[in-house]
């Protein structure tokens, strides 16, 4: 593989970086990544554009619905639509997740619904599917912690004689967070089975890559004894494959190995983010020339694929999908503040009734009707 040892100069240039789709669409070939896409066909690539474009649409939606005042905040994950689709796609079902806050990509790829994607973000309900139907963790806020639940998680299914793989997904600016880090110790001493997703999109809020990351973050990992692989983020088929290497190597029981995929945020950070302050318009229009969805495209149609019919259902699943997001959004009904107590345990306990009780009272004094 195009394993790091060590750390090379920092670098987003694509040619330096493993991949197997160019930005134009043209399919190269990749002595280490070749291996694992014996099974690409042109089935595979419009099932991965669809994936991509669904997300893509949702996102629009989601950025669209908290302008209109119906959403408190998104984040949203234009651009990043590659590596998200790609990784999730080469997990198997039983594997577990843990996102941060904007793999969209990720939660549609494992089932989620379209109310699963805005009432959490208009602040009706803590998580808004099961995890354990969707074998994803709910959406993680506290940056860089689903690092250590996925490895926690990991080591559970050690003790299960399992052959699960734990995923954590995370960004450049998780990756100087000291969860991160201490995930990565703990996975190494116990060679667990868990596989970390770094999307480096260059900037963590308005601080540019380079600020915290002199070398590639990629080039981290071995400090650790943890194999790693710089991948283009936005080649989704690229990311597939390097993904079924990293899930390849932790099932073996090998332990843990380490992705970096090259991507951009083309949006704001969320959007109570202005970007504009603090990024030059030329390098968002650079990426713009990277889009993973224009170079799938480019390679569909250079096999005849990208035909009407094929657009036509696309456009209609993620049509579909976005109305279902607004539908979800519009019809919501806020609960009684006294809901937030509501399934936050499985079982009711004293430390949370009492908590209740003092939060009722609370509440109390702001009306002259009881709370129940």
Not at 52 to 63: L, N, P, Q
Not at 158 to 185: C, K, P, T, W
Request: aromatic letters at 8%; a negative charge.
């Amino acid at each position: 593989m195009h394993t790091l040892s060590t750390a090379p100069e920092l670098s987003t240039d694509l040619d330096a970086i493993a991949r197997v789709l160019t930005p134009d669409g043209a399919r190269i070939a990749d002595h280490d990544l070749d291996p694992w896409l014996t099974d690409l066909d042109v089935p595979l690539v419009q099932a991965l554009y669809r994936d991509m474009a669904v997300t893509r649409r949702a996102d629009t939606e989601g950025v669209a619905l908290q302008r209109q005042g119906e959403l408190g905040l998104w984040a949203p994950a234009r651009g990043q639509e590659a590596v998200q689709v790609g990784t999730a796609r080469a997990c198997r079902r039983d594997d577990f997740l843990f996102p941060s806050y904007r793999e969209l990509g990720v939660a549609l790829v494992r089932g989620a619904q379209p109310r699963d994607t805005v009432l959490a973000w208009r602040g009706e309900e803590h998580s808004t599917y099961d995890p354990y139907e969707l074998n994803l963790a709910s959406t993680q806020i506290i940056v860089g912690a689903q690092g250590l639940h996925a490895v926690g998680y990991a080591m559970g299914i050690q003790r299960d004689g399992a052959d699960q793989v734990a995923v954590a997904y995370f960004g450049d600016g998780a990756s100087s967070q000291g969860d991160i880090n201490e995930a990565l110790v703990f996975a190494s001493s116990f060679q667990a089975p868990v596989v970390f997703v770094c999307s480096n999109n260059q900037w963590a809020i308005s601080e540019p890559v380079g600020v915290q990351a002199r070398f590639p973050i990629a080039g981290r990992a071995p400090g650790f004894g943890i194999p790693s692989l710089r991948v283009d983020g936005n080649d989704v088929i690229g990311c597939l494959a390097a993904m079924r290497w990293a899930l390849d190597h932790a099932r073996r029981g090998r332990g843990p190995a380490f992705l970096e995929a090259i991507t951009y945020r083309m949006g704001p950070h969320t959007t109570s983010d202005d970007p504009t302050r603090y990024r030059d318009a030329a390098e968002v229009e650079g990426w713009g020339r990277r889009d993973p969805l224009a170079r799938v495209e480019a390679w569909l149609r250079s096999k005849d694929a990208f035909d009407d019919e094929f657009t036509g259902s696309v456009a209609a699943a993620a049509d579909d999908f976005a109305a279902g997001m607004r539908s979800a959004a519009l019809g919501a009904r806020s609960r009684p503040p006294i809901g937030v107590f509501d399934g936050v345990y499985a079982e009711p306990h004293r430390g949370l009734d009492e908590q209740r009780r003092e939060f009722a009272a609370y509440l109390a004094g702001f009306s002259d009707e009881e709370v129940p």
